[in-house]
Every structure is written in C-alpha cells, then in structure tokens.
C-alpha cells in the first residue's frame, strides 16, 4: 500500500510563505488523485486543494485560491503545497490525501484511500 510521509510544516508570521511536502514510498504515486485538507482545533476536516493524476487539472477551496498552490511531481514522487501569505485562519494540521480510481480487469481491484501523517502549520503574529 502506498504510504505518505509528510515534511515542512511549522510556525511562520502573519502574511509569511510556508511550502509542505508529501513523499510517496512508490511510484504508484502517480495513479491516485491527491489532495491537501486541514482540520484546525474544534473543527472538520476540510479540503484545501487537489489536483488530477497527471497534474494537468488543480482545484482550490476559495478561502486558499490565489494564495496558495498545488503541485506534483511524479518522477520524484512528490507532492506539495506552496502556501503565501498566510493567516491566522490557516492555522491548521495539514494532511496529504491520495485516492486511487479500482481497476477493472478480471475482477475489480480496488485501493485504499491513503493518508499522510499530518503537519502542524501555525500562524502567528
């Protein structure tokens, strides 16, 4: 099963830049959907970005859209989310998130959602 480790949270400054990774333990990385989502203290999770297979298609919540961005890598394994100019609404645990379409052949085979470990990113003043 594709595992997902997460890097690069931590505490920055109103209106700073913070950039989150999410690395891939194999190259099947590049057949699942990935998305962000964050959940802040007392509140669901939310979906904060997602982006296609490929990287061809992004789309974004509109309380990050213009500030932040998605991106993969897939020769790399890599996923990240470039996060500017940050508030302190946006502090949150953030999470990489993968699904993966079943394949149909001889039977159906199907993938488990697969989940980062989560990354504490605060904004302060």
């Known amino acids: 099963q594709l595992q997902l480790t997460e890097s690069g949270g931590g505490l920055v400054e109103i209106g700073g830049s913070l950039r989150l990774s999410c690395l891939a333990s194999t190259f099947a990385f590049s057949n699942y959907r990935m998305s962000w989502h964050r959940q802040a203290p007392g509140k669901g999770r939310e979906l904060v970005a997602e982006i296609a297979e490929d990287g061809a298609s992004t789309s974004y919540a509109d309380f990050v859209r213009g500030r932040f961005t998605i991106s993969r890598d897939n020769n790399n394994r890599l996923l990240t989310l470039q996060m500017n100019r940050l508030t302190p609404e946006d502090s949150a645990v953030y999470y990489c998130?993968?699904?993966?379409?079943?394949?149909?052949?001889?039977?159906?085979?199907?993938?488990?959602?697969?989940w980062g470990q989560g990354l504490q990113v605060t904004v302060s003043s």
């Open positions: 998130h993968g699904v993966r379409k079943p394949i149909f052949s001889d039977r159906i085979y199907s993938f488990p959602d697969v």
